[in-house]
Structure formats: C-alpha cells, structure tokens
C-alpha cells in the first residue's frame, strides 16, 4: 500500500494532537469495523474557528486526515469550516489508497460532530449541518475496509 509522502508527514508529525479544556464543541465519532475512534476539540470566537485538536486511535491514515483535518480547519468560518469534506481532505494529503478513504470520512464526521456540540451547546442553528453519526459504518456512502 502506498501512502504520499504528505500522509506520511502528518503520520509522522502530526499536527495538533491534544485537547483543548474549554472547548466550544467537541465531537468523537468511530468506526465499529475498523476500530478508529477519533474525538475533535474546536475553540470558536465570533463564528472562527480559533483552534483544533484532535485525539485518534487508529491507523496511520486515521492519524493522518485527522491532522490534516484540524489544519484545515482552523481560521474558518463555520460555513467555511461545514465545507472541509473527505474528499478535501484526501486532496490535501495527495490521496488515500482506496481502502483507507473511510478515514477521510471519520475526519468529517468528526468536525461536523463538534460543531455540532458547538451549535446544541449555544442554542444555536448552522446551516447546511446534518446531526452526525457515532459510527461511520452507518454511512451508506462509504466504501467498506478490505
């Protein structure tokens, strides 16, 4: 299995591992077949997202888009935060092989379920976010681990 060599990096130096105390929303969300669970702190002020770390147990592809993800998402708005998808993160990081893309997935299910905390913590609405899934094996769209 090839990795790129930015996987790599972000599984070898990965990029904003940790909590945050006072989060504004946090969100884990895992993967029953794989055993991947990966929990995602976001600080948010004035609708950006200040900061974001993340706690993953996983695969180095699971490690990886987590990192990526956080990197990305910092310094976005909320809407601008709701379009980091899987598949802007597996461009971010050069690709995943096939069987790794539902890590991709965990990551934006992971953002999407922090700001979902954010948004039932402040009574608030975001639109265009969907409540997410604990497990992304309830995902339809998401191709299954060999």
């Not at 950006?48 to 990526?68: E, P, Y």
């Not at 997410?132 to 309830?138: A, S, T």
Request: with cysteine; charged share 25%.
């Amino acid at each position: 299995m090839q990795y790129s060599e930015k996987v790599m990096d972000h599984f070898m130096n990965p990029r904003n591992v940790g909590e945050i105390e006072d989060a504004s929303g946090v969100g884990t969300v895992g993967n029953a077949k794989c055993g991947d669970i990966m929990k995602v702190y976001l600080k948010i002020e004035d609708n950006i997202v200040k900061d974001a770390k993340f706690k993953t147990f996983g695969c180095g592809a699971a490690v990886a888009t987590s990192s990526m993800a956080t990197e990305l998402i910092k310094g976005k708005t909320i809407q601008e935060a709701l379009k980091i998808t899987n598949k802007v993160v597996m461009e971010a990081l050069d690709g995943l092989p096939p069987i790794k893309v539902h890590c991709s997935c965990l990551a934006e299910e992971a953002l999407h379920a922090a700001l979902w905390d954010y948004a039932q913590k402040n009574g608030i609405v975001i639109e265009g976010l969907e409540q997410p899934v604990n497990d992304i094996g309830e995902r339809e769209d998401i191709p299954e681990e060999e």
